[in-house]
């Protein structure tokens, strides 16, 4: 290839912003449970419900 020759400029893929909320999102849910604050099933529905609305909110 000779494009390994003339490469100028190196970047990461695009990155979905989602990939960060649903990470810390996660986090946050699974500890409440680890804590008992919550079930598992509630930790679950709460979990979807917040990325359906961080999708909706992105617009994507």
Not at 10 to 18: E, I, T, V
């Amino acid at each position: 290839f000779d494009s390994q020759d003339t490469a100028d400029e190196w970047s990461s893929p695009a990155r979905c912003p989602m990939t960060d909320f649903s990470r810390t999102q996660w986090n946050e849910l699974r500890e409440s449970v680890y804590r008992d604050e919550m079930t598992a099933e509630a930790a679950a529905t709460e979990f979807q419900s917040r990325l359906e609305s961080e999708w909706e909110a992105l617009g994507i």
